[in-house]
């Protein structure tokens, strides 16, 4: 049972280029989350899916898009990278009823 | 929207010794309180929580207060550990919220030994 698996673990990019985060779960959980952790800050809600097929807008979507696959995974798409988005991106799900949210490992990212 | 506010952002105890962190909400709505350990290189992963309908929660050696009509809550632990250094993130929602919890900054915990 790996829990939520994100890859990759580490990428630089360069200003204006494109990506996609992944993300996936094996827990049969419904909802899925990305966050974004700046230093000195706590995590941040980029975009969330409440369960497969719906996708909403967090605190701080500027910039990005998602895409809910399936149940299972979750991706996080940058489409033109910019400095400012550099930062440690997590993923997170949760089962309905349940109220622990699970995280990956994260994926630092560096725009340069 | 909510928000959080968690201090100190750092703190360092003598092995032993107890540390509390404290963190204040701003919505009256949020009924849920989960605390979260981030060691490094990790993911955080939920150390306790605690509803409003209950003061207090207690695992071994960590608890959790709730003062709802304050808007606080704090965590507590004693005879700390140096594995217990990391950092620590209070969070707030709406147990409605599908999960949407909104963060505090963080406290990085150092334990001496």
Same mark, same amino acid.
């Given at each position: 049972?790996a829990?939520? +698996?994100?890859?990759?673990?580490?990428?630089?990019?360069?200003t204006?280029?494109?990506m996609?985060?992944?993300c996936?779960?094996? /827990?049969?959980?419904n909802?899925?989350?990305?966050?974004?952790?700046?230093?000195? /800050?706590?995590?941040?809600?980029?975009?969330?899916?409440?369960?497969?097929?719906t996708?909403?807008?967090?605190?701080?979507?500027n910039g990005?898009n998602?895409?809910?696959?399936?149940?299972?995974?979750?991706?996080?798409?940058?489409e033109?990278?910019?400095?400012?988005?550099?930062?440690?991106y997590?993923?997170?799900? +949760?089962?309905?009823?349940?109220?622990?949210?699970?995280?990956?490992?994260? +994926?630092?990212?560096?725009?340069? | 929207?909510? *928000?959080?506010?968690?201090?100190p952002?750092?703190?360092?105890v003598?092995?032993?010794d107890? %540390?509390?962190?404290?963190c204040?909400?701003?919505?009256?709505?949020?009924?849920?309180?989960p605390?979260?350990?981030?060691?490094?290189?990790?993911?955080?992963q939920?150390?306790?929580?605690?509803?409003?309908?209950?003061?207090?929660?207690?695992?071994?050696?960590i608890?959790?207060?709730? *003062?709802?009509? %304050?808007?606080?809550?704090?965590?507590?632990?004693?005879?700390?550990?140096?594995?217990?250094? %990391?950092?620590?993130?209070?969070?707030?929602?709406?147990?409605?919220?599908?999960?949407?919890?909104?963060?505090?900054?963080?406290?990085?915990?150092t334990?001496?030994?």
């Amino acid at each position: 049972n790996a829990g939520v +698996t994100q890859t990759p673990k580490f990428q630089v990019l360069k200003t204006g280029q494109s990506m996609t985060l992944q993300c996936a779960q094996d /827990m049969n959980h419904n909802s899925m989350y990305w966050y974004r952790q700046d230093p000195g /800050m706590g995590l941040r809600l980029i975009y969330y899916s409440a369960s497969e097929g719906t996708t909403d807008k967090g605190e701080v979507p500027n910039g990005y898009n998602v895409s809910r696959l399936n149940k299972r995974e979750f991706s996080l798409r940058l489409e033109s990278a910019a400095p400012s988005q550099t930062s440690v991106y997590f993923c997170a799900s +949760t089962l309905v009823g349940n109220t622990e949210a699970f995280f990956g490992q994260g +994926t630092r990212l560096t725009v340069v | 929207g909510e *928000n959080v506010e968690q201090h100190p952002s750092t703190l360092s105890v003598q092995e032993g010794d107890s %540390a509390v962190i404290k963190c204040t909400y701003s919505d009256s709505a949020s009924n849920y309180f989960p605390w979260y350990k981030q060691e490094l290189g990790k993911g955080p992963q939920l150390i306790i929580d605690i509803r409003s309908n209950v003061g207090e929660k207690k695992d071994q050696r960590i608890a959790v207060t709730l *003062n709802k009509t %304050a808007k606080h809550f704090s965590l507590h632990i004693t005879e700390t550990q140096p594995e217990d250094s %990391a950092v620590y993130f209070c969070a707030a929602r709406k147990l409605t919220n599908a999960g949407k919890s909104t963060f505090g900054d963080g406290t990085t915990l150092t334990v001496k030994p």
